[in-house]
């Protein structure tokens, strides 16, 4: 098989900020995988948390190693290729992209839709949240209606943490839950936003409030007052910073209610299914996440979607210039294609 990928850069119709920062723009990875005449693609996009940073520059290099290690093999050489892919310590977000141009090329060599390939149910598929950044109260309002009005969404992320402190993240999401059919449910995401008295403090708050789930309030270096939190937290509290892949699980077990899974840390919709698998044996909730991703990536997360709680698969929603189509959003649901493999163009 051979492998070959170009860069393409996606900007986002609305800028979004969130505790870390602001993010408008950024450049991803289109590989596609050939053999016997079939295409398969998958999508690397690179990410950010504290001092781990998986850029471009990174990525393009994994899959220049990939190209002249992988040559030999076949894609259904599956065990093999894992193995390479460890020993050269390709980076998650790398791997994320070989791993989907597998699964794509299989499903169209099987003429299958890789949902139907796993056997999955797609009418189980949950309302995929959209994310209103971190704003002036005013502004925060208007995006949620301006998302309400593009995408007809069921279900609300608002991403909390300001630096400006409680008042400011209070007054922000007041404005938008004064404004929101009750139709509409919401969850908050403070991306490590908080100290540990002061996500007490909002989890009594936006219970008050029915938010449905409290995702990553603490610094991943506070993972040991996850537990001190989830005793006192009237509401489930998820991480994600704190969860890159299966592995990480079974310490989380006991300190949190649930995950959110994002396939650029995960390393591919194998590992996905291994931590979805291993997180129901815990005890915890999922839910789907995504970075700057196009369609394609999470096009890729909408083949396994039935198997999530929670989805929040928005970030090809807010881009201007998304290169992929084929994604159907329904009623709030991020629906896959019938089609052969991913089922996009």
């Known amino acids: 098989m051979k492998l070959s990928c170009q860069p393409f850069t996606v900007h986002k119709r609305v800028p979004l900020t969130i505790s870390r920062g602001t993010t408008a723009q950024s450049?991803?990875?289109?590989l596609r995988l050939s053999a016997e005449g079939i295409e398969g693609w998958g999508e690397a996009a690179p990410f950010s948390i504290g001092t781990h940073q998986q850029t471009l520059e990174i990525l393009q290099a994994d899959i220049a190693r990939l190209q002249t290690a992988l040559e030999g093999f076949h894609p259904f050489d599956r065990q093999a290729i894992e193995a390479v892919?460890?020993?050269l310590s390709i980076h998650s977000a790398s791997r994320a992209a070989l791993d989907v141009a597998l699964w794509d090329w299989c499903g169209k060599a099987t003429g299958q839709p890789v949902w139907r390939l796993l056997g999955l149910d797609v009418e189980r598929i949950q309302p995929t949240s959209v994310t209103v950044g971190i704003s002036s109260p005013a502004a925060a309002q208007q995006r949620?209606?301006?998302?309400?009005?593009q995408t007809s969404a069921r279900a609300?992320?608002?991403?909390?943490?300001?630096?400006?402190?409680?008042?400011a993240d209070q007054?922000?999401?007041?404005?938008?839950?004064?404004?929101?059919?009750?139709?509409v449910s919401l969850s908050v995401d403070a991306n490590g936003g908080w100290?540990?008295?002061?996500?007490?403090?909002?989890?009594?708050?936006?219970s008050d409030r029915q938010v449905t789930h409290l995702e990553q309030p603490l610094p991943v270096s506070q993972n040991a007052d996850l537990a001190n939190l989830k005793q006192h937290s009237p509401i489930p509290v998820f991480v994600d910073e704190s969860c890159f892949n299966s592995s990480d699980i079974p310490h989380l077990a006991n300190l949190v209610d649930g995950i959110n899974i994002k396939l650029m840390k995960a390393g591919g919709l194998s590992e996905v299914l291994r931590m979805i698998h291993?997180?129901?044996?815990?005890?915890?909730?999922?839910m789907f996440g995504c970075y700057s991703d196009s369609s394609l990536a999470?096009?890729?997360m909408a083949q396994v979607s039935p198997l999530a709680r929670y989805l929040d698969l928005d970030s090809h929603l807010n881009l201007r210039d998304d290169p992929f189509t084929g994604l159907t959003l329904a009623n709030g649901r991020l629906l896959p294609p019938n089609h052969p493999g991913l089922g996009l163009n």
């Open 27 to 30: 450049t991803n990875l289109w």
């Open 85 to 87: 892919v460890t020993e």
């Open 144 to 149: 949620s209606q301006d998302w309400l009005q």
């Open 156 to 167: 609300l992320k608002v991403k909390l943490g300001s630096p400006n402190g409680l008042e």
């Open 171 to 183: 007054a922000m999401f007041q404005a938008i839950y004064d404004h929101i059919p009750a139709s």
């Open 195 to 206: 100290t540990l008295d002061s996500a007490k403090v909002m989890a009594e708050w936006l």
């Open 278 to 286: 291993t997180a129901q044996a815990c005890g915890l909730q999922v």
């Open 298 to 300: 999470n096009g890729a």
